[in-house]
């Protein structure tokens, strides 16, 4: 096996030559008391790789081994390995000879720690499941030493931390701990006096459990908050699922057309529908973390994509700190660069100057003097980025790798014209629908000249598109207003969608979404169809069939695009205000931003992320405008039912058009703390019309028609009144407010499957509630792909914790069979696995049901190729089933007794009897009756 570089000192006379060349030996040291191996005796053959480098000298018994073994064999297996994939790769000259050999001494040093790494690893998955073998799915992320306290006394032992659960094991005993992180409900630096580094954790079932944590506490802490919130996006995924499969229960009639074009919308993308792996919608797939490294990497990659508006699609490879940079003429800066695959960014350490520059777009790296000293230097046609390190060698090692995905990015990149300047003249294209808007609405004026020159200015010294400086002034423009002919491209490169559409226009995309949705039916098409002649009717663009198409296209591609989501009431008017700003893809693009990254969760069924935001936006109320707030609640004016329209609608038809697009331009830029800026804004101007009032419905009549409000007055107030609200402050509370937005989800979808079923089934409200738990806890460990639903060997589990009997006495097969059957009436997808509400509806047949309706279940589970009849051999199993679940042991012998109804009956030439034969024939006769002994 591979060992980390080390150095071998042998009699030469013990050494034997098995294979060499120029840069490795493959030898043989027999067995000699003077031998020092690796610094211990050996006393048996042993077989090692070295690497020949010329600071050791073989020929005197120095050696560089690189992998050891006693088996020829094994270490031949090596030999043949570096031989095949790392010797051809190496150049003979003897110039690169000491620089090939560093790098290779290196790699096998790092190879060598990876795999030292891995078998540790698997011990600590042993090890792991030994402790919890209740939990064998999951993997230990990481572990930590630490302190349970019960009451006044500690209780020393580890935390094991896995993607869906937090595990405490005692040093001593076997009273250990395993609780799911979507059972908890806080997570604080919180104890009692005594406590050194408390942490106290809280559960929804009311349960509080203290630690003391003992070696680093601020990681420790920071790691738990990671790893539940990213098991709250399971959470939340998981109970949309369930939201949207009820309302298909609720809503739709079984095998009707419309039924099976619901449950196609509503399946993951499959077969032919172009969704590819690197398209699906940003932040929706949450997956399961297996070690340390891979959570350290989902936090920095979201920091990454964050901080330069990048899609989840790009991954932060390497980075570099203490940098110093300079954008062409600009002034200078110190922070980090960061790249991926598509990208090179450079921020500033306070954050106020970022760039992010498409590899793609870049003409040349190279190395030269920037300011009298050495730097990389990246050049595009309008722009030019020099970064110096504090050390050459980690600039040559910058270099490098800029260099190489360079090459990669721009391999298969054959686009004549820059993406960066194809973008920038799309808008062109959109002036006539501008100058349409500014003809039916008076108070849109064009910006003044002086505004656009310097917007003009701005892109010729800072760079377009992928190059461009996002610094203070950049803000301030945006602030200041931007011009309509520029508005739809500046809101792309604020939001960052202009880097989606780079990376998956390529491939055709969009249009590829178009083209299917074209032939293709889902829930949403019918909704959005029923909207379109809502979007903006009064503009001539939305009048004509041209523009009705255009805003059809983008919100069916979106639809199929984020099947999850599928179609929410506000998007056709947000797109329709897009459309008239900026091409057909760029507004499917600016879509994808809005929905899953700028408002994750405001469009989707349950609206959690809306309603999470509205419950920040009405603290800030109470906070800021507390005698407004109290007359508002005093005055029971329904708030959220007039404000959450205003934020998902993005304030579209409720403000004036200037206001609105201003707006616009802060929240691509800025995100949600504009929305929550403008709507304290609202209230603010409207506060005298509103205190004038003591009746709800008359203050709700007032703000739902705020075109009264003077656009300049409402910014002048967002930013000198409200501007000290910050994006980063909301994050923070929306972490906060999460927790509880979850839990009234829960709760809501866990009413309403148990009062349909309730109604249904007439099962007990309290045997569905023990039901649900169960099934809860059985599916707690799914990955958000599968969702609550259970998969045969989740089923078994499910039922064995119900204790139904029953189910126990029937055999492998047939459990299998009753499964089947089951899912094949589920009227919500066709994956093979069962939710809580159908499961339990098909249960109570299957219990319950008369004996004509189990008999057609039983015989329904044995119709293998469903043409409604059965063989001798499918009919013995379906009636020996049908005893199982009646409870009743047959006077004779089954296999007898189905062979005698064969005898009896006219069977046809096909050799099988149909459903109608048999039920005629017996269930409906004393001959069945008798033989099944029923009273």
């Known amino acids: 096996m591979l060992i980390k570089p080390n150095t071998l000192s042998v009699a030469p006379t013990s050494v034997v030559v098995v294979h060499q060349n120029e840069f490795f030996e493959l030898i043989l040291v027999k067995p000699r008391r003077s031998i020092l191996t690796l610094g211990l005796f050996s006393t048996k053959e042993t077989y090692y790789i070295t690497l020949l480098v010329s600071r050791l000298d073989s020929a005197a018994g120095h050696y560089l081994a690189i992998a050891q073994s006693d088996v020829l064999k094994d270490i031949e297996s090596e030999w043949n390995f570096i031989i095949k994939t790392i010797y051809p790769n190496l150049s003979l000259s003897e110039d690169r000879r000491e620089e090939q050999l560093a790098f290779l001494e290196q790699k096998f040093f790092l190879e060598a720690q990876h795999t030292e790494e891995q078998v540790i690893r698997n011990e600590n998955i042993l090890e792991f499941h030994s402790l919890f073998p209740t939990i064998p799915s999951e993997f230990c992320i990481l572990d930590y030493p630490t302190v349970l306290w019960k009451g006044t006394t500690i209780s020393k032992g580890r935390i094991y931390l896995t993607s869906h659960f937090i595990c405490f094991a005692p040093d001593r005993g076997t009273d250990r701990l395993c609780l799911a992180w979507a059972h908890i409900v806080s997570i604080t630096r919180e104890g009692l006096i005594s406590f050194a580094n408390p942490l106290k954790i809280s559960t929804n079932d009311g349960k509080t459990f203290h630690f003391s944590l003992i070696i680093r506490p601020d990681e420790i802490f920071d790691v738990l908050q990671e790893l539940w919130h990213l098991a709250l996006d399971e959470v939340v995924l998981k109970e949309e ?67 330069f508006r990048l899609p989840d699609l790009e991954k932060l490879q ?40 498409a590899l793609v777009e870049v003409a040349e790296i190279t190395v030269t003097l920037d300011q009298g000293e050495p730097a990389a230097c990246i050049r595009t046609r309008r722009f030019e980025l020099f970064i110096r390190t504090a050390q050459g060698e980690l600039l040559a090692d910058m270099v490098h790798q800029l260099t190489i995905n360079w090459k990669v990015a721009t391999f298969n990149h054959t686009k004549g014209k820059t993406t960066a300047q194809r973008f920038f003249d799309e808008t062109a294209k959109c002036l006539p629908n501008i100058n349409l808007l500014r003809k039916i609405n008076d108070a849109l ?34 602030r200041s207003g931007v011009p309509d002919e520029m508005r739809g491209y500046v809101w792309q490169l604020s939001s960052g969608s202009i880097y989606l559409r780079m990376l998956l226009e390529e491939d055709g995309y969009y249009s590829s979404l178009v083209a299917w949705s074209a032939t293709h ?40 695009h984020n099947p999850a989501l599928g179609y929410c009431q506000a998007m056709n008017i947000v797109v329709a205000t897009l459309l008239l700003f900026t091409s057909e893809e760029s507004a499917f693009y600016l879509l994808c931003s809005i929905c899953e990254v700028i408002l994750p969760g405001s469009y989707s069924r349950a609206l959690i992320g809306a309603q999470i935001d509205q419950t920040i936006f009405e603290g800030m109320l109470n906070s800021r405008l507390p005698d407004l707030a109290a007359h508002l609640k005093k005055t029971n004016t329904p708030l ?109 979808n866990r009413h309403s499957q148990v009062s349909d079923l309730e109604e249904k089934t007439k099962f007990s409200t309290s045997e569905l509630e023990n039901a649900y738990t169960l099934f809860k806890k059985v599916t707690i460990a799914n990955t958000a792909s599968v969702g609550d639903t259970v998969d045969f060997a989740q089923l078994n589990e499910f039922m064995s914790s119900l204790g139904t009997a029953w189910w126990q006495r029937i055999k492998q097969d047939n459990q299998i069979r009753i499964m089947k059957q089951i899912k094949a009436k589920d009227v919500v ?55 199982k679940i009646l409870h009743h042991a047959p006077k004779g012998d089954v296999t007898a007794f189905a062979l005698m109804l064969f005898d009896k009956l006219e069977v046809p030439q096909s050799g099988k009897l149909t459903k109608e034969q048999i039920r005629q024939e017996v269930i409906d006769k004393p001959l069945f009756v008798e033989f099944f002994g029923i009273a």
């Not at 398209?279 to 350290?296: D, F, G, T």
């Not at 200078?332 to 991926?340: M, Q």
């Not at 201003?662 to 830029?669: E, N, Q, S």
Request: neutral net charge; proline residues 5%; glycine residues 4%.
């Open 241 to 307: 699922q369930i939201m949207r499969s009820m309302e298909l229960i609720f809503n739709t009639v079984p095998n009707t057309p419309t039924a099976r074009a619901r449950r196609l919308s509503f399946s993951s993308p499959s077969g032919d529908i172009p969704v590819t792996p690197k398209a699906q919608p940003q932040n929706r797939q949450v997956n399961k973390l297996a070690s340390a490294e891979e959570l350290v990497n989902v936090s920095k990659n979201r920091n990454f994509q964050r901080k």
């Open 318 to 357: 390497m980075t570099w700190t203490g940098c110093l940079f300079r954008a062409s003429t600009h002034e200078n800066g110190k922070g980090t660069v960061s790249l991926s695959k598509h990208f090179v960014c450079v921020s500033d350490d306070a954050n106020l100057q970022k760039v992010a520059v």
């Open 445 to 478: 004026e064009p910006e003044s000249a002086r505004n656009t020159a310097r917007w003009v200015q701005f892109f010729e010294t800072r760079g377009y598109s992928f190059t461009l400086v996002r610094n203070s002034d950049f803000r301030a423009l945006v």
């Open 521 to 560: 039916h889902s829930i949403a098409t019918d909704e959005i169809e029923r909207d379109l002649n809502r979007s903006l009717p009064e503009h001539p663009f939305y009048k004509s069939s041209e523009g009705i198409a255009s805003l059809r296209r983008v919100l069916h591609a979106y639809s199929w």
């Open 640 to 748: 959220s039912a007039i404000t959450l329209p205003w934020a998902i609608s993005l304030f579209i038809g409720y403000l004036p058009l200037r206001a609105v697009l201003r707006i616009l331009d802060w929240f691509f830029l800025r995100g949600i703390e504009t929305l929550i800026q403008a709507s304290l804004s609202v209230l603010y101007l409207s506060k005298e019309r509103i205190m004038a009032h003591d009746d709800g419905y008359i203050i709700a009549t007032i703000l739902k028609d705020c075109m009264w409000i003077n656009p300049e007055k409402l910014l002048q107030t967002m930013f000198n009144v409200f501007g000290d609200i910050q994006l980063h402050d909301v994050e923070i509370l929306r972490r906060q407010h999460r927790i509880q937005a979850i839990v009234d989800l829960q709760k809501s």
């Open 829 to 883: 997808d066709s994956v093979p696995r069962l939710g809580f509400h159908p499961l339990m509806a098909g249960l109570w047949v299957w219990l319950n049901g008369d004996l004509p309706t189990r008999f057609t279940l039983c015989f329904e589970a044995y119709d293998e190729d469903k043409d409604g009849k059965v063989s001798p051999d499918e009919l013995v199993g379906c009636l020996d089933l049908l005893t």
